[in-house]
């Protein structure tokens, strides 16, 4: 490794840029630098090179070409491609689209910013036999993400403002942080704040020139406080917020629906989760969840060391199972599975707390008292709810498990999501429905809601029921790989199902006839593009039109492109699980409409 000053023109640019699929000659790889969005993200970068020059404190990495004095860029291609066009824009490829515009757009701003052609630029020099290894990092540790600190750590919001002596965003950042201490609250709360209808509905009036924020009344601060908790427990982000119509939603939701806004702050407890005891909470989490006006008829928390006396000694006998909190537990004996099960039970809605994952054979029945724990383990189910008229089984279609729901469980009843894989005479893969669906509560009982489903594999509970073979497989194997374990081939099945149930989508809804190159396959990128320009969901759905814009806003295909074609991109859980939540429902749908199709077909 060694420094040397090389001239632009002895520099070629490397067909193999990992940002983009492999190209079969230079120009080529220039080209491939302006497509889409990259385009402006080019010019910008030009325009900074023709205004302040190249940048010294970022050498070009490169390795000997083959050719003597000739080098190949590894690390800097869009700056070398910049200067090359800047000195000479003629190097245009010939077969670029809108080539002309684009040479008088460089030959402007080399105008406007008086640009001097830079000869020769500060490189590194890699030998490529014996260093590989140590330039491959260098190049991970500059484009990957802080890498657990060995990587170059990103500024955050606040540490942006404090640099640019923003006074205004240093003075919100304090004035946050002193309600409560939120990390990446800056630019929901900015949204917030900008919307003169929130503000007046918040009690909050600003002052940007003093800087000063003033809080109306103390229910002003307890609504700041409980945007800061929600943004802090991630169940709000800034896509919440972003438009008008979500910012309507967003209190409508929160501040109307909902009152617990109001006693939050008071008690000073955010850790408190709304939502019922799950079944593997231990006692450190049920304590934490139980308030004392919760439960009238519960005398005091249930203590870790209280055996099954001292817990029957705290529910009073003519409490319901609507007092009861949480399902059988598998270690539950006679006594308190009799309890659960009311007199008037018919055998059908006793039968609706048994699960049977393998088939109707193993259903023994109702639950009878002289079953031990390991009769009653196999048998109940820990989501079952009275709502449910009946258990589903596994054989029910979608219209008898559509059946099963009653209109009034309203839009918060989430789709069966349990599956099992039956495999019978080696006939390929089936997906089998099987759960019960949750009731939604009466918001005049002023309950608190329930807890979001915990989610364990990409896309869980999505069914498909056709037989295109992306979809299918990807649902599959995604439904059954651990994302923290296996990344990078959950990132290759996510780029797969996203692009294959939306151009199905689009084809099957007649949505896809403005697509002007046939004989292309599109890509999740081509996909995303039409959708944008052609704004092709905005009359079916503005919800899916509005999932669309936000997933190309936020890159959602190039983060995935770029590990799928890149050679030193890491694959993220975290940017995986971004994506699923901003595609989960809008996917969902697809689903749905797809199998309505393949319903149609068969009649």
């Given at each position: 490794?060694?420094?040397?000053?090389?001239?632009?023109?002895?520099l070629?640019?490397?067909?193999?840029?990992?940002?983009?699929?492999?190209?079969?000659?230079?120009?080529?790889?220039?080209k491939?630098?302006?497509?889409?969005?990259?385009?402006?993200?080019?010019?910008?970068?030009?325009?900074?090179?023709?205004e302040?020059?190249?940048?010294?404190?970022?050498?070009?990495?490169v390795?000997?070409?083959?050719?003597?004095?000739?080098?190949?860029?590894?690390?800097?291609?869009?700056?070398v491609?910049?200067?090359?066009?800047l000195?000479?824009p003629?190097?245009?490829?010939?077969?670029?689209?809108?080539?002309?515009?684009?040479?008088?757009?460089?030959?402007?701003?080399?105008?406007?910013?008086?640009?001097?052609?830079?000869?020769?630029?500060?490189?590194?020099i890699?030998?490529?036999?014996?260093?590989?290894?140590?330039?491959?990092?260098?190049?991970?540790?500059?484009?990957?993400?802080?890498?657990?600190?060995?990587?170059?750590?990103?500024?955050?919001?606040?540490?942006?403002?404090?640099?640019?002596?923003?006074?205004y965003?240093?003075?919100l950042?304090?004035?946050?942080?002193?309600?409560l201490?939120?990390?990446?609250?800056?630019?929901?709360?900015?949204r917030i704040?900008?919307?003169?209808?929130?503000?007046?509905?918040?009690?909050?009036i600003?002052?940007?020139?003093?800087?000063?924020?003033?809080?109306v009344?103390?229910d002003s601060e307890k609504?700041?406080?409980?945007?800061?908790?929600?943004?802090?427990?991630?169940?709000?982000?800034v896509?919440?917020?972003?438009?008008?119509?979500?910012?309507?939603?967003?209190?409508?939701?929160?501040?109307?629906?909902?009152?617990?806004?109001?006693s939050l702050?008071?008690?000073?407890?955010p850790?408190?989760?709304?939502?019922?005891?799950?079944?593997?909470?231990?006692?450190?989490?049920?304590?934490?969840?139980?308030?004392?006006?919760?439960?009238?008829?519960?005398?005091?928390?249930?203590?870790?060391?209280?055996?099954?006396?001292?817990?029957?000694?705290l529910?009073?006998?003519?409490?319901?199972?609507?007092?009861?909190?949480?399902?059988?537990k598998?270690?539950?004996?006679?006594?308190?599975?009799?309890?659960?099960?009311?007199?008037?039970?018919?055998?059908?809605?006793?039968?609706?707390?048994?699960?049977s994952?393998?088939?109707?054979?193993?259903?023994k029945?109702?639950?009878?008292?002289?079953?031990?724990?390991?009769?009653?383990e196999?048998?109940?189910?820990?989501?079952?709810?009275?709502?449910?008229?009946?258990?589903?089984?596994?054989?029910?279609?979608?219209?008898?498990?559509?059946?099963?729901?009653?209109?009034?469980?309203?839009?918060?009843?989430?789709?069966?999501?349990?599956?099992?894989?039956?495999?019978?005479?080696?006939?390929?893969?089936?997906?089998?429905?099987?759960?019960?669906?949750?009731?939604?509560?009466?918001?005049?009982?002023?309950?608190?809601?329930?807890?979001?489903?915990n989610?364990?594999?990409?896309?869980?509970?999505?069914?498909?029921?056709?037989?295109h073979?992306?979809?299918?497989?990807?649902?599959?194997?995604?439904?059954?790989?651990?994302?923290?374990?296996f990344?990078?081939?959950?990132?290759?099945?996510?780029?797969?199902?996203?692009?294959?149930t939306?151009?199905e989508?689009?084809?099957?809804?007649?949505?896809?006839?403005?697509?002007?190159?046939?004989e292309?396959?599109?890509?999740?990128t081509?996909?995303?593009n039409?959708?944008?320009s052609?704004?092709?969901?905005?009359?079916?759905?503005?919800?899916y039109?509005?999932?669309?814009?936000?997933?190309?806003?936020?890159?959602?295909?190039?983060?995935l492109?770029?590990?799928?074609?890149?050679?030193y991109?890491?694959?993220?859980?975290?940017?995986?699980?971004d994506?699923?939540?901003?595609?989960?429902l809008?996917?969902?749908?697809?689903?749905?409409?797809?199998?309505?199709?393949?319903?149609?077909?068969?009649?």
């Amino acid at each position: 490794m060694r420094p040397k000053l090389i001239e632009i023109d002895d520099l070629h640019i490397n067909e193999d840029n990992p940002r983009d699929e492999s190209q079969e000659d230079e120009a080529a790889a220039i080209k491939i630098l302006f497509k889409n969005k990259n385009e402006k993200k080019l010019f910008n970068l030009m325009k900074s090179i023709a205004e302040f020059g190249f940048e010294i404190s970022e050498r070009i990495i490169v390795i000997e070409s083959g050719v003597l004095n000739k080098y190949l860029v590894m690390d800097g291609n869009r700056r070398v491609t910049c200067i090359k066009l800047l000195n000479t824009p003629e190097l245009l490829p010939i077969d670029i689209e809108n080539r002309d515009r684009l040479i008088k757009r460089i030959k402007q701003i080399s105008k406007d910013c008086n640009y001097k052609p830079i000869v020769a630029v500060d490189c590194v020099i890699y030998d490529n036999s014996s260093e590989e290894s140590l330039m491959k990092r260098t190049i991970q540790n500059k484009h990957t993400g802080e890498n657990n600190g060995v990587g170059r750590l990103s500024w955050d919001s606040k540490a942006q403002y404090r640099f640019k002596n923003d006074d205004y965003k240093n003075y919100l950042v304090e004035f946050l942080d002193n309600i409560l201490k939120v990390e990446r609250s800056l630019s929901t709360m900015e949204r917030i704040f900008s919307s003169p209808d929130l503000r007046t509905r918040l009690g909050v009036i600003v002052d940007k020139k003093l800087p000063e924020i003033k809080l109306v009344n103390s229910d002003s601060e307890k609504k700041i406080y409980y945007i800061l908790y929600l943004i802090k427990t991630k169940k709000v982000t800034v896509s919440d917020v972003y438009y008008k119509e979500d910012r309507e939603s967003f209190y409508t939701k929160y501040f109307i629906e909902n009152e617990n806004w109001r006693s939050l702050l008071s008690e000073d407890s955010p850790e408190e989760v709304e939502g019922p005891i799950k079944p593997e909470d231990g006692p450190e989490e049920v304590e934490g969840l139980i308030k004392p006006e919760d439960s009238p008829e519960v005398e005091g928390p249930i203590k870790p060391e209280d055996g099954p006396e001292e817990v029957k000694g705290l529910v009073k006998s003519e409490d319901g199972p609507e007092e009861v909190k949480g399902p059988i537990k598998p270690e539950d004996g006679p006594e308190e599975v009799e309890g659960l099960i009311k007199p008037e039970d018919s055998p059908e809605e006793v039968k609706g707390l048994v699960k049977s994952e393998d088939g109707p054979e193993e259903v023994k029945g109702p639950i009878k008292p002289e079953d031990g724990p390991e009769e009653v383990e196999g048998l109940i189910m820990p989501e079952d709810s009275p709502e449910v008229e009946g258990p589903i089984k596994p054989e029910d279609g979608l219209e008898e498990v559509e059946g099963l729901v009653k209109p009034e469980d309203g839009p918060e009843v989430e789709e069966p999501v349990s599956r099992q894989l039956e495999e019978e005479g080696g006939q390929g893969d089936q997906l089998i429905l099987q759960s019960t669906p949750i009731s939604q509560p009466n918001p005049l009982d002023n309950l608190k809601q329930h807890k979001p489903e915990n989610i364990s594999y990409l896309f869980q509970g999505i069914v498909y029921h056709g037989e295109h073979p992306g979809i299918k497989r990807s649902l599959y194997e995604l439904h059954r790989l651990r994302v923290s374990t296996f990344t990078l081939s959950a990132t290759y099945l996510t780029r797969t199902l996203l692009e294959c149930t939306l151009q199905e989508y689009l084809m099957k809804n007649q949505l896809f006839n403005e697509w002007k190159k046939p004989e292309k396959d599109p890509s999740i990128t081509d996909l995303l593009n039409y959708c944008v320009s052609n704004r092709s969901l905005q009359n079916i759905n503005q919800n899916y039109q509005r999932t669309i814009n936000v997933a190309f806003g936020k890159k959602d295909h190039d983060e995935l492109n770029s590990i799928t074609h890149g050679k030193y991109n890491l694959p993220s859980p975290d940017i995986l699980w971004d994506i699923e939540r901003r595609w989960r429902l809008f996917v969902k749908n697809m689903i749905e409409n797809l199998n309505n199709h393949i319903k149609l077909e068969k009649i």
